[in-house]
């Protein structure tokens, strides 16, 4: 999976994006013009990375056969916007513009100009 980086924070908030903080332990951004554009580009990879049946066990589900009778069933409405609120609560994400309170920008932003610096000095 495609780790987020908090580099990439302002990004995502300004496509509303959102960051799943433990797929695996790992920090997965969604969002366009990211890796994982939307909730079904990060599912596709998921399942090649880590198997459906994972997948349905992170969201509740026994296994993916059960999963997906659930999904397909016609009591089911199942929607692009549910599916990323089951990959919210599932996987402990939250919305970039959420996230921005806890970030320290003018950090970000001294880190950036000092590795500039040291770009130059170095004859970058």
Known sequence: MIEFEDSQLRKLQEVGGVVLNDVHGERVAIGKEFEYENVFSFMVHYFGFYTADDFAEKLGYHDAIEMFQF??????????????????????????????????????????????????LAGK
């Open 71 to 120: 999904w397909f069933s016609k009591d089911t409405k199942l929607s692009e916007y549910n599916l990323l609120a089951w990959c919210m609560e599932s996987f402990e994400g939250i919305y970039a513009d959420d996230l921005a309170d806890e970030y320290d920008y003018e950090q970000q932003n001294y880190l950036e100009a000092e590795d500039a610096k040291r770009g130059q």
